[in-house]
């Protein structure tokens, strides 16, 4: 028998059951061997070659596993599939053209905290006492969530938030994004929609695009969106914040947040109560949430400590209404937790032990501090030619400049003089709980002389 295609260089590196594996396989891809050929047997080809017959053997089987060879008991190894085609050339498209890294000096960015306010000590003891337990290393966390977190949030919820649930309503996650993928698998989609304020949220907006659901931006009053508009929208899901609503720096006040509840009792509707940084209110105490109000019904409550640790501790916990709960509980098994259970684990016992509630305390008068120094130093450099809106909750405060500038001009000029800025809904977003106190004033200088 010919064998062509099969050259091998016993001199090589590469292991000779690897270049006969190679060189078949080549033979089977462009053609050379078609469906159905017969191959020799493990003796012959051993034999032609002069090779062992262990070499032509772990070459044969890696190929049968992988599909290129069929093996048949007593008649021997076959050739499957056939000549494989050369893919059409797509066009590479050409790199995108990528700002110069500029060296940050100031970082007002919104998706960063203060290293400083974080007491890292105790969070890294916490994680070493969940490490050093044998039973969290050598099993998986359960789908919901470790049963030792969930009790600690059931009490924090409503010790912080007002939040009732009982552990078994609560779902953990790593963060918002994946709670939402995990409710709208829970919701029946069928002529569902979601109302929200405009301008909306993003990266909820891309979740609920995800699952077909359509999102209805309404139009919105000063105390939150406007009953007449979601009464005429029929949709029966609507996602809010009613602590610091987008772009406008309030809460939604009883009295709309009560026309909601109403609402949703009355349509069997849902609310999505997103309630990110609910309990950081500082200049006034932290508003009750809906969902306690509601006493659990027909609210959704979704709550996160990405600002409250660190942005890098990705746990994020859902409280689910009854109904939403027993059909979670009938899939719940098919579901993988994707927050760490060493990270919940230490959670846990930094809520316990008091500790969450103290730096909770801390963090209030920290970021009271920030925003009025933020505020102070915003007026003195600009003063009447700004707008400055403060958002408490998001630790963020929005500035419009009237110069003349686009946002994305007055971005790029802070980026120039070190200073990070970012745009949102067309105006500059500066968010204080990144970056130090004492490093305020000389920022917005940085600013002033950026922008004049």
Not at 177 to 191: A, D, I, R, V, Y
Not at 225 to 245: F, G, H, Q, T
Request: hydrophobic share 40%.
């Amino acid at each position: 028998m010919a064998y062509d295609y099969l050259v091998l260089d016993k001199s090589s590196e590469i292991p000779l059951y690897h270049q006969l594996y190679l060189c078949i396989r080549h033979a089977v891809e462009k053609g050379h061997l078609k469906e159905g050929d017969r191959l020799p047997s493990v003796r012959r080809l051993a034999s032609d070659l002069a090779l062992s017959c262990t070499t032509v053997e772990t070459a044969y089987q890696q190929l049968c596993v992988e599909g290129y060879l069929r093996s048949k008991p007593k008649r021997g190894y076959f050739a499957r599939g056939g000549k494989l085609g050369s893919p059409e050339r797509t066009a590479v498209p050409p790199p995108v053209a990528r700002e110069p890294v500029l060296p940050v000096r100031y970082n007002f960015g919104s998706d960063c905290v203060d290293i400083g306010s974080t007491d890292i000590k105790i969070w890294r003891r916490n994680v070493r006492t969940a490490l050093n337990r044998q039973d969290v290393l050598a099993s998986y966390g359960g789908p919901q969530g470790e049963p030792e977190l969930r009790e600690a949030l059931a009490a924090y919820s409503f010790s912080a938030r007002g939040a009732v649930a009982r552990p078994e309503q609560i779902v953990i996650g790593a963060g918002t994004q994946p709670l939402l993928s995990l409710l709208c698998g829970l919701l029946e989609k069928e002529n569902a929609a979601v109302a929200m304020e405009a301008p909306g949220f993003p990266q909820a907006e891309q979740v609920f695009h995800d699952f077909g659901l359509p999102v209805l931006k309404l139009p919105c009053d000063e105390d939150g969106i406007r009953m007449d508009a979601l009464e005429k929208s029929k949709a029966n899901l609507v996602y809010v914040s009613p602590s610091n609503r987008v772009g406008t720096g309030s809460a939604i006040p009883m009295s709309r947040r009560t026309e909601l509840l109403d609402w949703a009792f009355r349509t069997g509707s849902i609310i999505i109560e997103d309630d990110y940084n609910g309990e950081l209110r500082y200049r006034a105490r932290p508003i009750p949430a809906m969902q306690g109000v509601a006493e659990g019904r027909s609210v959704v409550y979704l709550g996160s400590f990405s600002k409250l640790l660190l942005p890098s501790v990705r746990i994020g916990y859902m409280i689910l209404t009854p109904e939403l709960l027993t059909r979670y509980l009938t899939r719940a098994a098919n579901y993988n937790q994707t927050s760490s259970k060493v990270e919940q684990l230490a959670l846990a016992e930094y809520i316990r032990s008091g500790q969450m509630e103290r730096h909770l305390r801390r963090l209030r008068k920290l970021y009271s501090a920030k925003s009025e120094a933020l505020l102070r130093c915003l007026r003195a450099a600009f003063g009447k030619q700004a707008d400055i809106l403060l958002q408490e909750t998001q630790l963020t405060v929005l500035l419009t400049l009237h110069n003349g500038k686009s946002a994305e001009e007055l971005r790029r000029l802070a980026l120039e003089h070190g200073v990070r800025v970012q745009i949102s809904g067309g105006k500059i977003l500066l968010g204080f709980a990144g970056i130090p106190l004492g490093d305020i004033p000389s920022a917005v200088q940085c600013l002033k002389e950026a922008w004049s």
